[in-house]
């Protein structure tokens, strides 16, 4: 599947993944993150049942202190 | 457009900034200095002289709740900003009662896990509000890094990566520049609508 990652085009194997699956292949291993397929939150008790599927806008957003 | 059909343009707007620290404090100084009319600020702290090293305050006001110290800071560069001012922990319920009627919010907490809870909130409770978010500024240098992305209604700037720590602290220029590009990203969506 093609999708867009944090506004950049990335393509994978799998033709759907969880956004932990999608968080494990990109070695994302943030703990605090706010994540958005096609603009609708997905809270952190979905990462494991929410679908990304080809043609999907991701945003993954990785949250640092400082302020 | 000159600055005053700027300020004209502005009046009639309204800002809310989550967090009067080092983000927050600065982006409400550009704003009150470029015109916005209403000002909606919340912070429960207080300052500290640590916070000096990059938060708009001064050594007198040590002690002073945060959001007053910062209405005085804005009425001392223009009296005529209406500042609605909230000394609160902020949660869900209270970001919807402050901030559901300012035209853009800004995101300018400290700690990673609220700035989380108020993107999620504000995401949950004003699905197309302009949301402006200061992401990753901490230590000094580097000024290639900070850059600034759109992502749907966010508006994220900051190098996204820079965690604050013992030895890489928040100081007052990158911080300033992260607070000023947000205050900057706000002037761009009101001038466009």
């Given at each position: 599947m093609k999708i867009i990652l944090n506004n950049t085009a990335e393509e994978f194997q799998h033709e759907t993944l969880t956004i932990n699956g999608l968080l494990s292949l990109k070695k994302f291993s943030f703990k605090m993150l706010v994540v958005r397929i096609n603009g609708s939150l997905v809270k952190k008790d979905e990462y494991e049942t929410a679908v990304v599927r080809d043609g999907d806008d991701v945003m993954i957003l990785h949250l640092v202190s400082g302020g | 457009m000159t600055?005053?059909?700027?300020?004209?343009?502005?009046?009639?707007?309204?800002?809310?900034?989550?967090?009067?620290?080092?983000?927050?404090?600065?982006?409400?100084?550009?704003?009150?200095?470029?015109?916005?009319?209403?000002?909606?600020?919340?912070?429960?702290?207080?300052?500290s002289e640590s916070n000096l090293n990059?938060?708009?305050?001064?050594?007198?006001?040590?002690?002073?709740?945060?959001?007053?110290?910062?209405?005085?800071?804005?009425h001392r560069i223009d009296p005529a900003i209406r500042v609605i001012s909230y000394k609160a922990r902020l949660d869900p319920e209270k970001i919807n009662l402050y901030f559901r009627d300012c035209d853009v919010l800004v995101e300018a907490f400290d700690r990673a896990d609220q700035k989380q809870m108020l993107i999620e909130a504000a995401l949950s409770l004003f699905p197309g509000k302009p949301l402006v978010v200061g992401l990753g500024m901490a230590g000094w240098g580097k000024n290639e890094s900070i850059r600034f992305r759109k992502s749907g209604n966010i508006y994220i700037c900051g190098d996204e990566i820079s965690e604050i720590s013992d030895q890489l602290p928040p100081l007052a220029p990158r911080v300033g520049i992260v607070a000023n590009m947000q205050a900057n990203t706000v002037l761009e969506i009101l001038m466009q609508t």
């Open positions: - | 600055s005053d059909e700027v300020r004209e343009r502005l009046k009639s707007r309204s800002v809310g900034i989550a967090g009067c620290g080092g983000l927050g404090s600065n982006c409400a100084v550009a704003l009150a200095r470029t015109g916005i009319g209403t000002l909606v600020i919340a912070d429960h702290d207080t300052v990059r938060q708009y305050y001064f050594l007198s006001q040590v002690g002073e709740p945060k959001v007053s110290a910062l209405k005085d800071v804005i």
